[in-house]
């Protein structure tokens, strides 16, 4: 099964910047669609980024313009840049990927949508404040 470790969470100033890393391994199937998901406190796990095989990029509303995602040229590193943060991006950022990555293919936000569907990790925290 896949296995997915986050890391690089923090505390940072309103303004500042992070980025955030998943560590991604256990693929059988050779297609890498995964995504970045964050929740805060009482409030619902939602969509942030998402990457497919084919390199294609989208994200929420909330952070285009200001977050990138990313993958390293061995494609088991996944990585979200966050620039100009803000304190509702406080929450638990995760990293995602649906198990089946065959049906992935044909739409990887798409498949990242279905939560139910997908293998997650741990979480790393992130806090802006002021």
């Known amino acids: 099964q896949v296995q997915l470790l986050e890391s690089g969470g923090g505390s940072v100033q309103a303004g500042g910047s992070l980025r955030v890393s998943c560590v991604i391994s256990?693929?059988?199937?050779?297609?890498?669609?995964v995504g970045w998901f964050r929740q805060a406190p009482g409030k619902e796990r939602e969509a942030v980024a998402a990457?497919?095989?084919?390199?294609?990029?989208s994200y929420a509303q909330s952070v285009k313009g200001r977050f990138t995602i990313s993958r390293d040229n061995a494609m088991n590193t996944l990585y979200l840049q966050m620039n100009d943060l803000k304190p509702e991006d406080t929450a638990m950022y995760y990293c995602?990927?649906?198990?089946?990555?065959?049906?992935?293919?044909?739409?990887?936000?798409?498949?990242?949508?279905?939560?139910?569907?997908?293998?997650w990790g741990q979480g790393t925290q992130v806090t802006v404040s002021s």
């Open positions: 995602a990927a649906p198990r089946d990555q065959k049906a992935a293919n044909s739409g990887c936000a798409r498949a990242l949508a279905l939560y139910e569907n997908n293998d």
């Open positions: 256990g693929y059988t199937y050779s297609g890498d669609c």
């Open positions: 990457i497919g095989s084919d390199g294609g990029t």
